[in-house]
């Protein structure tokens, strides 16, 4: 059954395809992006193009037909690391962020005795750190500049990278002070939860989107 779907799909779209050749604007065939969430059931995702007719409705019939990726094996988060608000005891006020590292948890403090709690992926052995910082800055689909310092431990990393879907900062950053160090989403939502970093705290993408629009430059940040 699952053949005959897939089959009827493709048919379905050279169909379409076809027919905007023959109104004599055809080109290429609607692109495929890499979800860069790979926690996310579908691997692949449709981008609509006006070109060949295709709308969000009609690709989301077409998913609903195709088969769910199956999990990849060492790339999948810990449930226990995803976004939830719990109880959380401290004097710091409403709007505070306290990651503990040891934990491995972000914690935005919302007042009243609770938190949203966001699990991190945080500094290797040897690259540990702690302290209070403020955000001072923030960015959206920030561009990656390795410092030198680690650029002479990896030469192969670029000079620098442009924002994207690639992008090692993810989605977001939070800039920490002075330092090196940020806040930032990830495109290998699978590293959440472990010790992999060179000092910066890791987020998922849609984590560190969240926790963006929630706080602001001049926020106080609580390493632990």
């Known amino acids: ?89 401290t004097s710091e006020p409403a709007g505070t962020i306290i990651i503990d590292t040891e934990a491995r948890y972000l914690y935005l403090i919302l007042g009243d005795g609770e938190a949203k709690r966001y699990g991190v992926g945080v500094a290797r052995p040897g690259f540990e750190w702690a302290g209070v910082h403020y955000i001072s800055r923030k960015a959206e689909w920030p561009e990656w500049v390795p410092p030198d310092e680690m650029r002479q431990r990896q030469p192969y990393l670029p000079v620098s990278m442009a924002g994207g879907p690639d992008n090692p900062l993810g989605a977001r950053a939070l800039y920490l002070g002075s330092t090196l160090y940020r806040i930032h989403g990830s495109n290998q939502p699978w590293t959440i939860g472990h010790r992999v970093s060179s000092g910066c705290i890791r987020m998922r993408n849609q984590d560190v989107i969240d926790l963006y629009g929630r706080v602001g430059v001049g926020t106080r940040v609580i390493v632990i």
């Open 1 to 89: 059954m699952f053949r005959v779907l897939v089959a009827v799909v493709l048919a379905g779209l050279s169909i379409t395809a076809a027919d905007h050749a023959v109104a004599g604007s055809a080109d290429t065939a609607a692109p495929l992006i890499v979800s860069t969430d790979l926690t996310s059931p579908w691997l692949l995702q449709l981008k609509p193009d006006d070109r060949l007719g295709l709308s969000y409705p009609r690709l989301h019939r077409i998913a609903m037909r195709a088969r769910p990726a199956a999990a990849v094996p060492g790339r999948t988060i810990d449930p226990a690391f995803l976004p939830r608000t719990v109880d959380y005891t």
